[in-house]
DNA sequence: TTGGAAATATAGCATTGGCTACATTTCTGT
DNA sequence: ACAGAAATGTAGCCAATGCTATATTTCCAA
């Protein structure tokens, strides 16, 4: 009945247990936002020279406040700046972390494409999967799809 | 200048529009939690009988507060029960979210692996993908999988 | 059988990320 | 040039999800 000692495994070394995939995954979750705020506030700049708080609220559907909120946290963590009133820019690091993220959806998706999944299901998926997606990973879908076309 | 009417696609049929892919993204991340505890109370019972609150906490990696929070939300929403100071017991409907989770981890893992994940990374990353893929993509999986074992 | 250890419950705090309502500033068309 | 529209900012609310600290209950071993 003492359920203290079942935890190791066959193995004694270094293991990866229940516990460290789940506290991984909730780091993720926390930076998950980030990261789709500046691969949004990349993209919008692209377009249209800057990135105003009702266009990324509005491709995001939350409302401006939540979008407000969310930048001044972005602001908070050196990954974007603004003055009052006008629109927001990313930083170095800002934008760093745009084109690693843009890099690792548009992955995501070739590979979800490249194993049957329709491009719509594809695209909608990927939005939330691309953020779990480890180096390791990545590296594996790169071999995959550059094996293959 | 006008962003109003740049978002209209080439085609005005039903179209995906980026603010529908978060949205779902963020409907999915709040129901993750629940299937990520209903999934674990399954195990613990076919294990040991019964979910104790301090093995779910340990096995997530949480204190046992939050563990004994996190189920009182699951008893508000008809996933579980349980008495004070005893063991936790999924409903049927939890019982029937723990299903469906564990077969698409399984799944998520295989895939993985057939593309060339290592193992350890595919069960590291299917713990976060696997709260994204939808039945569409699964069903590709499935297809996937089926046509080449 | 009873006292200490282990498990569980609860209170209270912080942050995140959503919202509505309202204030302020900027933009724009006449 | 200015008034109304649009955009932005801010205040305050709520729920979720984490924590620590402190009860309370149950279990087990001497």
Redesign the pocket.
Known sequence: ?SRDELAPGPETTTETTDADRFTNA?AIR?TA?FEDYTELIADLTEEFGEA????IARRLG?????A???VL?LKREGLAI?R????VFLTEAGAAMAREVKARHRLVVRLLIAVGVPPEAAEMDAEGIEHYVSETTLKAFEAYLGGRD
Chains 1, 2 share one sequence.
Not at 52 to 55: E, G, L, P, S
Request: aromatic letters at 4%; zero cysteines.
């Open positions: 009945m909730r926390s936002l105003r708080i009702t266009d939350v409302t401006h406040p939540t407000n909120k969310a946290r603004s009052p009133y006008r629109g």
